[in-house]
């Protein structure tokens, strides 16, 4: 496949410019100015696009095995075709858990894009029982997580990282204190209390940070921090790289957009676990991905059914559909920041941190591309392919669209035309 005509942005060589690219067995084979296609090569115009290395979700829930009424790997994948992702890292906990290695190696089947399993840390995330962790790498698990859970119990987790210290792939953090947060709905704060409902203080998820960045630092695990959605995380993150520790972490679109004012407008789908915090941390964040204290963007995909996110704050599920939306939502979040550090915050640096292949489009890397333009469109849930149609971005004009996804040199998702705002 040649692709021509567009800018191609690839921070991990400084390219910014207008070049063609060439596709060939699954490899990037030629990047060029001017590139003339082969007989019978199929040429994608990209012309008034981005060209950019496949975009990596490294925070997915796919809900398979387990929940197949909320999603499947067919749709979840399909959803992140259309989301501009070539790759996905999914969520243990799922049911049963991602947790021996056979679950683990059975979950790329029937997939539009790379599944890059995360395995549990400990047994049924029940955060007792430590696992195999050289094996579930061996089987393909990129990186460990309790994900919906914190690991509680300190002891539990030490031991578990010093088991897993000499294995590759990273533990993640869900970092939400269980008897701070307690039966929460929302974030502890002025909205809270105003509605009623019970509220989870940013204490909950600060707490936890702090604590794992400690046994990070004691026991010298590669350490990933998800979804951070507190300016005092992002300060003690700060922190802890000052002192020359090498953790990394993500923060979502939602958490970039969207403060705890929602959930009076959005209801049931503005709950999500972290909590949708103040205006001052949502400030927090997007200084903090435009200083390089933020590593990565990921969705947090979380989808459930309609009826799930219906009802009344205190039962509907917590979470909400995130690929379909997240290319649009970051760029909607994050006005002007420089394409090759947002190329770099969705391809370049989840590459990386999961130590999977891509992230790049120098000559033998994968033949994974994510093609954008800036243009207008307006979410509609209802087209997505996505079985979780909750997303507090519904009705949004989003100024980033996704062009077409090729994974492997095949394409994936090519838009026919981008929907009108
Ligand atoms: O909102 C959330 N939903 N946060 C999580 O950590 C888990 C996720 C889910 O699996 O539904």
């Known amino acids: 496949m040649l692709i021509a005509g567009g800018r191609l942005v690839d921070p991990t060589h400084g390219i910014d410019a207008g070049r063609d690219l060439r596709l060939r067995d699954g490899i990037v084979v030629e990047v060029g100015e001017h590139l003339i296609a082969d007989t019978g090569e199929e040429t994608l115009d ?21 929940y197949p009424e909320k999603e499947t790997i067919a749709t979840g994948t399909l959803a992140a075709a259309r989301g501009g992702f070539t790759a996905v890292a999914c969520m243990p906990n799922t049911n049963p858990a991602l947790d021996t290695p056979d679950i683990i190696t059975s979950l790329s089947k029937g997939a539009h894009v790379r599944v890059y399993p995360i395995a549990a840390i400990t047994r049924g995330r029940r955060g007792q029982e430590l696992l195999d962790y050289a094996a579930l790498a061996a089987a393909g698990a990129v990186a460990f997580s309790d994900d919906g859970n914190t690991v509680m119990d300190p002891r539990v987790l030490r031991e578990a990282a010093l ?23 929302m974030h502890e704060g002025s909205v809270s209390r105003a509605l009623g409902l019970p509220g989870s203080p940013g204490l909950a998820e600060d707490i936890i940070v ?67 915090r103040t205006e001052d941390d949502v400030a927090a964040l997007r200084q903090g991905v435009r200083e390089g204290i933020v590593d990565a963007l990921a969705s947090d995909h979380a989808p459930h059914t309609a009826a799930e996110k219906s009802g009344d704050m205190h039962t509907a599920s917590v979470g909400f559909s995130g690929l379909e939306i997240a290319v649009g939502a970051y760029a909607l979040a994050l006005p002007g920041l420089p394409l090759s550090r947002f190329v770099e915050l969705l391809s370049t640096n989840p590459a990386r941190i999961l130590g999977v292949p891509g992230g790049t489009l120098e000559l033998g890397a994968p033949a994974d591309v994510t093609i954008f333009a800036d243009r207008d469109w307006r979410v509609d849930p209802t087209l997505f392919a996505s079985k979780g149609r909750s ?31």
């Open 163 to 185: 088991a897993a210290r000499a294995t590759p792939g990273v533990f993640i953090s869900h970092a939400l204190d269980d008897r701070l947060h307690g039966d929460a709905v």
């Open 210 to 276: 702090a604590r794992d960045l400690l046994v990070a630092r004691e026991t010298g695990k590669a350490w990933h921090i998800a979804h951070v959605s507190t300016a005092t995380s992002l300060q003690l993150i700060r922190a802890a790289r000052a002192a020359g520790m090498s953790l990394t972490c993500e923060v979502t679109p939602h958490h970039l957009f969207f403060s705890d004012e929602a959930v009076r407008k959005l209801g049931t789908d503005a709950k999500v676990n972290p909590p949708l």
């Open 46 to 66: 990209a012309t008034g696009a981005v060209v950019a290395p496949g975009f990596i979700d490294m925070h997915v829930h796919l809900r398979d095995p387990g």
């Open 391 to 421: 997303t507090p971005f519904s009705g949004q004009v989003l100024p980033r669209a996704i062009v077409a996804t090729i994974v492997g040199g095949r394409l994936a998702f090519h838009a026919k035309a981008v929907s009108p705002r």
